[in-house]
């Protein structure tokens, strides 16, 4: 199930507050500023630093 339109509008990096793009398929949000990938669990956003993965 794809994130709402409405979270996506609320949700920033939290490093950097520069907006997030949804990867649907590999079920992850990605900051290409600070090129981190923040990762969705059972349909939740992990929005930890030290727990995003560099790309």
Do not use: N, T, W
């Amino acid at each position: 199930m794809p994130l709402s339109k409405d979270l996506m509008e609320v949700l920033a990096c939290p490093k950097c507050k520069g907006e997030l793009a949804y990867q649907e398929l590999e079920k992850r949000l990605i900051c290409d500023h600070c090129r981190l990938a923040y990762a969705i669990k059972e349909e939740i956003p992990v929005m930890l630093v030290d727990q995003a993965q560099s790309f």
